[in-house]
C-alpha cells in the first residue's frame, strides 16, 4: 500500500534525481562521497531520490561487487537523518528475472522504500506476457513504477497493449517513460489514458533528451465518448543528477507555467540548451556508452565524487567527450550549481 502523502506528491509531480555511485580510485565504494551525493540532492530540494537504477550502474547487483544492499541502505540512512518530509518520494531500483526481482522488492520494502522501479532491461528474450505476470508479482511486494527503458542501455521495444496492461495493474503507481522515441512516449501515454486507471497512473518522463517539452505538453486522446487529458507530471532522471539545484528551480518554473494558455519561448530555448547539455553528459554519439563517466565527471568537477571512475573498465568518457563538457559548462553558466555545492561541500562531508 503506497502511503498517502507520498501517492499525492507522486501525482502531483515531483523532481527527481536517479543517484549516481561513489567509487575510490580502486574502484571500491567511497562511502563519504556516496553520503554526500545523497545529502546534496535532499538539500537541493529534490522531491524524491531514485537508488539503484541505472545511473547508481546495474552492476551492483553483481556478486564480485555485491554493492546493492550497501548502497540502497546508505541513502536511506541519509534520509531518515534529513528527517524530510512525509511526501518525499523513495524509489529504489529492482531488477533482473523474476525471482530476483522479487529478492530485491523483498528487501526494499524492508528498508522502507516507497516504491519499486521496475526496469525491464536485460531481458530482451523474456516476452510480455512474462513481463506482466513479473510486474504483478513485485507488486504484490511493493508499489511499482513502470520503466519503459531505451534500447541503447539494454531495454527492449514494448508494445501500446503491454503498457496498457501494465496500467491495469493496481498496484502500479506511475510509468517513467525513457526509450529517448517520440513515437513510443505516445505509444505509453495513449496507453495509460485508455486503462482503467488512467487517473491513477502518474507519467513521469526519463527522455533525458526532451525534458523540458516532455514537462510543458498535455496529451489529448479520445477514449470512448470521452477526451482525456493527461501531463507528464514529473521526472525521474540521471540528468537531474548533476546541476541539481538549478533544476529544482527550473522544474518549478515549468510547473507554473503548465496550465497556462502561452508557454514564454525563453523555456523551449531553455529546454535545447539542457538537450545540448545532455548530450555532452549522455554521449549518443557513442549509443551513450560514456553516460555514467559523464555523470560523474561532472560530479568529480564539483568535488561531490574523487573521480568519474565506473566499477566495469569499459564504462569511460568517450574520445572528446571531455572537452564536450567543458564545452556546455563554458556556453551555459546558467545551468550549473558550482557555488551552491561549493558552499556546502564541506557540511555534506562531515559526519
Known sequence: MLKQEVKKSLLKGAMIPAHPLALTVDRQLDEASQRALTRYYIEAGVGGVAVGVHTTQFEIRDPQFNLYEKVLTLAMEEITKAKVSDSFIKIGGISGPTEQAIEEATFLKRIDYDLGLLSMGGLQDVSEDELIARTKKVSEIIPVIGFYLQPAVGGKVLSYDFWKEIANISNVHAIKIAPFNRYQTIDVIRAVCNSDRNEEIAIYTGNDDNIVNDLLTTYKFRVGDKKITK????????????WTKTAVEIFGKISTYKSAEQIPSELLTLGQEITDANAAFFDPNNQFKGSIAGINEVLKRQGLLQGNWCLLD??????????????????????????????NLKKWFSN
Not at 553558466?333 to 561549493?342: E, M, Q, S, T
Request: charge should be negative; charged fraction near 30%.
Open 231 to 242: 501531463q507528464i507530471v514529473g521526472g525521474l532522471l540521471g540528468h537531474w543528477s548533476v
Open 314 to 343: 569499459k564504462e569511460k568518457l568517450s574520445p572528446n567527450q571531455f572537452e564536450e563538457i567543458d564545452r556546455v559548462y563554458a556556453e551555459y553558466p546558467h545551468l550549473n550549481d558550482d557555488a551552491f555545492v561549493k558552499d
